[in-house]
Every structure is written in C-alpha cells, then in structure tokens.
C-alpha cells in the first residue's frame, strides 16, 4: 500500500507546498523539489561532480558552508571570501589575525596575534609567528618557527623551531631546524645548519653548517664546519674557518684550522716556525727554514723527546738536545735541504751504555771511516756531540766524545 503525503499552509485551505514521492528511492538518491511542488527521487551529487560557485565582487560569505561527503569530488573555479581566517580540518588559511592583504597565514595559529602595522608577514606551520603583534616583512616556515616574535623585522626562519625564542631581533637569517634557537634579542645573524648558532645571545654573527658555532654567546663571529665540537673553544680551534668581523678590516682576523694547498701544488706547514725563519721549499714540500742574512742566525737548542724512534725536525731548530734513556734503534731528520747543517748533543743518563743509530734514509757518513755508525760514550752522564751537514744526497758527520 502506498499514499501520497502532501502539506499545505496552516490555515489556508486547498494550498499545497509540495509532495513526497509515493514509493522508495534507490541507494544514495535524493528527494528532488521540482518546480510544481512535485517530488522525486534522484541522483542529487555523484562521484566525479564538480561544484562551480562564483562569486560577485564585494559579497561577503560568512557563518559555515557545509557540504555532503563525495568522493573524488572536486570544486572548480572557486573564490571564497570571508571576513576571518578560514579552518579546514584544524589547519588555518588566511591573512593573519589583522586580514593584511600582504600577508599570509597557513597553519593552526600562524599569525594569530597579528595588529595594526604587522604587515607583509609570511607565516606557514604551526604556530608559526604566533606571537607577532606589529612587526613587518618576517618570512617563517615550519612548526613553530619564530613564534615568539613580537615586534622584530626582517627575519626569515626556515625548519622546525628556527629563530624559536627571538622576541624582537631584525633581520636575521636561520635555516635548519633549531637554528639560532636561544636568541631572544639578537639581529644580523645568518645560522645555516640544523643547530648553528643554537646558544648565541649575541648579533652579527654568521655559522654555516650541522652544529656551527653551537656553544658561541657573542657577536661578530663566523664558525664554517659540520660536528659537535664540544665547548666554545673547540667551536673555534676545530671549525675548518673560524673569524671575527670587525668594521675596520684591520681589526678582523681568520683563522684556517687545516692543511692548505694552493692550486693542489703544494701545502703550507701546519706550525710555525722559529724567530727569523721564512717559508721556503725544496722543490715538493714547503717548510720554515732559517733566513740566509749577513747577521749569523742564532738558534737556542730544542729538547728532543727519547724514544726508540728518535725524531728531530730542523724546521722547529737546527741544534737540539737528548737525553738517552733506552737505545735509539731509529733516527728521523726531516726539513732537511741542500746546505743546512746542525748539531746535536747527546746526554748519557744516570745508567750509561746508551747507543743511537744514525739515519739511513738520507744515507749518514761518519768522518774517519766510522762506517756510519757512531760509538757512543758508556760512562753514566756523558756528554757527546755530533754535528752534520747536508748536500743534497747525504749527511756527514762528526763527532766529539765525552766532554765531561
């Protein structure tokens, strides 16, 4: 059995508003109003259908637009106007708290706290300038990137928590998640690198690379590497390129922590050399080497430290000193060049019969056929001296014996 259900107009006799069909529709139809106040069931949206909306200059959309759950359906050439930033699904799109037309908001509480004046602000993520009142022209993107500033400028952050706890710093730069995250006041730093700059209080400063100049509080720094380094000073005697900027250029300096090679040739030493010594090379390495003047060089003996393996570099001085506590099996002389001499003297210790090879790599030649070899003094405090020169090939040697 079936009936037609029709409603009219309380109190007015014979006027029908419509009717509702008189059987069951098929699954996912609709009742469809027609325009005689009959009824039907039909298909109202399916999948793959496309709302076109358009929208009049000046019209003014406010409340909330609901629409029925399609799949795949989309919405086409669409502008949607409201007077506040819009929500979908907890994710905040719009201009800001303050409706900047130069502004942009994407993300729960991006640009929430924006006023008068804060304008031409960029924020996308979470919380992202949340805190901004009145500053102007920030670019922040990532969570909860820069969102304590209050009334700073300038700034860009780019990753998770960047520039976080800046209050009113101009015109930095943090790229990396945490960068420049501790600094509340500062301004004109640039941190590139997950947590450069992390610590710094300071301004001015530039950091590039994982954990660059991480423990530094000051300003006017510049930090170049990639590693933890522990401490402040190791932020500084460990990063590849470490400097202080100044505004006079006489005041600045740069400091190279490694190796430097020009033009893959050649390397300059990695330690310096002794008062009046000049860089110079013999032909593949480059090494501090006394300065050849009218005045004679003077040069104070350097101790050598004892071992088995005994090493004297002549870079450091050409006249040295050891005290022998065991028996030098091998001898190392490097910074060696054509024409250089030195002297070496030789302390027996409290035991005595102490022996030392000499080098063979240049080959050592002792004067009156010691058949490069030397015979030591055995008495307990001994002193010997040995002296040699080089000529390019060989090292020859004399010696003086037990000058106590």
Known sequence: MSYNINYNIKGVSGQTLYSLPSSSGSTNQSIILNSDGTSTWGTFLSANTSLNFVSKTGDTMTGTLLLPYLTATTISATTLKSVNDATINTLTIGQGNNGSDDSTALGSSSLSSSIGGAVGNTA??????????????????GSFSSSSIVNGGGNVSVGSDSLLKLVSGNENVAIGNNALYNNITGSSNVAVGRYSLYTTSGSSNVSIGYK?????????????????????????????????????????????????????????????????????????????????????????????????TLNWNLTNST???????????????????????????????????????????PVSEVANGGNSSVILTTTAGAVDILSFVYDGTKLYWNAGYNYN
Not at 125 to 133: I, N, Q
């Open 319 to 361: 006249n040295a000193t050891v005290t022998l506590t065991g028996n030098v099996t091998t001898f190392n002389i490097t910074g060696l060049q054509n024409g250089i001499s030195g002297v070496l003297k030789i302390v027996q210790d409290g035991v005595g019969g102490r022996t030392l090879a000499l080098p063979l790599s």
């Open 212 to 308: 660059s100049g991480y423990y530094s509080t000051g300003s006017s720094e510049l930090f170049i590497h990639n590693q933890d380094n522990g401490t402040y000073n190791n932020d500084k005697t460990n990063s590849i390129i470490y400097g202080v900027m100044a505004s006079a250029p006489a005041s600045q300096s740069l400091y190279l922590n490694a190796t430097v090679y020009v033009n893959n040739k050649y390397s300059l030493p990695t330690t310096s050399g002794a008062s009046g010594y000049i860089l110079t090379s013999n032909g593949s390495t480059t090494y501090w080497a006394s300065a050849t003047t009218s005045t004679p060089s003077i040069q104070a003996f350097s101790g050598l430290t004892f071992g088995t």
């Open 124 to 141: 996308v993520g979470v919380w992202s300038l949340r805190s901004l009142t009145t500053g102007a022209y920030n670019t922040s993107i």
